[in-house]
């Protein structure tokens, strides 16, 4: 399988629908964390935890997924990934406390390996503006999932209940596993059993944690997923608690956010046209600059709904422009062993979704505060990564 078949219709659709699984996964059931709490009895803010824990859990998963994919192959991955997030799905569908839905919840991250197995893919076959370009178009697609996902969440609730969610994101797994059973090829070559060793993970991470070039864009786009992961987990409560935005409205306003992230990955993939990585990156970050100048603004201020929410788009168009310029620039010095190396990354991800998620969560007073502030404090230090480090970004 090579570079080309990424733009087939059905791989590319494929593989964007397994790297936006998470998010979908997340975004799909934001509208619904408020009535799960309240329907188990526990306080609303507790529905944070629907997306924290699956973030913390995801951060770990990632580390087992990207390593047992180099060592035994892409495609043996997925189809392990993708029968255990089916399975953990069908039990949040059935979960008959909120202690148990959390549980299944953190189970679904661990299972949740198809992002960053999808990613290894594509470094397995286009390294550089290439890669980027893939990355970017995946993100695009992503953000076309996030934009759809809390819609549809919105509207299963007027349908029926939130458990449903569940058995709509059990059947769109049962759906990936027909593909990678039936289609899909492997893209890993020669298959490395001794690599799924501590030793190796150990050395491995040493290795990659020495190179300057890894960590600075590992941390930008960490950054920026942190900014990011502010909305996620308490937008839909926030909006609900200070501008009066019901549940199943939140999923239409969130859908103004994912088309935002979707503007700034295809404008990213459009500018790697002509332009050098690098020098994409580097306008990336400073857009960031501008969108956390903006989200100062809105937390200092007491802004009206659109305004407060178009400060949070700004930043989530920034996100979307850093996110894949970071990730593809961070691969670069991984060498044969793309699968650890975006396991790194992602878990890296994963773990500063989770600070911010919680960050916002503690912040959160019932003003509208919570959100911008994280956004800000993030988005000064993707800033500041970028200054300190933008020597070893160089070739």
Not at 118 to 146: C, E, K, P
Not at 217 to 240: Q, W
Request: proline fraction near 4%; hydrophobic fraction near 60%; glycine fraction near 10%.
């Amino acid at each position: 399988m090579g570079k080309s078949a990424f733009e087939r219709t059905d791989a590319m659709v494929f593989f964007g629908g397994i790297t936006a699984l998470t998010a979908v996964s997340i975004d799909i059931v934001l509208p619904a964390t408020g009535l799960i709490a309240r329907d188990f009895r526990v306080e609303d803010a507790l529905g944070s935890l629907l997306v924290g824990a699956y973030f913390i859990a995801y951060a770990i998963g990632q580390l087992f997924w990207g390593l047992f994919s180099d060592a035994f192959g892409r495609r043996l991955a997925l189809i392990l990934a993708l029968i255990g997030f089916t399975l953990s799905t069908i039990a949040c569908a059935l979960a008959p406390s909120f202690e148990f839905l959390i549980w299944m919840r953190a189970l679904q991250g661990l299972t949740g390996g198809t992002p960053v197995i999808a990613r290894a893919m594509v470094r397995d076959v286009a390294s550089g503006n290439d890669a980027a370009r893939i990355l970017a178009m995946l993100m695009a697609i992503l953000t076309i999932g996030t934009l759809i996902a809390p819609v549809l969440g919105s509207g299963l609730l007027v349908l029926f209940d939130w458990r449903m969610i569940f058995w709509a994101l059990a059947l769109m797994g049962v759906a990936f596993l027909t593909y990678t059973l039936f289609v899909l090829e492997e893209t890993g070559g020669q298959r490395r059993p001794e690599r799924f060793t501590l030793s190796f993970v150990l050395s491995s991470s040493k290795k990659l944690l020495s190179f300057k070039a890894f960590l600075v864009p590992m941390f930008m786009g960490s950054f920026a997923f942190a900014g990011y992961a502010a909305m996620l987990s308490i937008g839909a409560v926030l909006t609900e608690t200070v501008y009066d935005v019901s549940p199943q409205a939140f999923g239409s306003l969130f859908a103004l956010a994912a088309a935002a992230n979707t503007a700034g990955a295809l404008t990213v993939r459009h500018m790697l046209k002509t332009l050098p990585l690098l020098r994409v990156n580097g306008l990336a970050v400073a857009f960031a600059g501008l969108a956390t100048l903006t989200t100062l603004a809105a937390t200092v201020f007491a802004p009206s709904l659109p305004a407060f929410w178009g400060a949070v788009c700004l930043f989530v168009i920034a996100f979307g422009t850093v996110m894949p310029t970071s990730v593809a620039l961070a691969l670069e010095p991984a060498g044969d062993m793309p699968g650890f190396a975006n396991s790194l990354v992602g878990a890296v991800q994963m773990s500063f979704g989770a600070a911010g998620a919680a960050l916002a969560t503690v912040l959160f007073d019932g003003s509208h505060r919570a959100i911008p502030l994280t956004m800000t404090l993030f988005g000064v230090l993707i800033l500041l990564t970028y200054l300190l480090g933008r020597k070893a970004l160089r070739p």
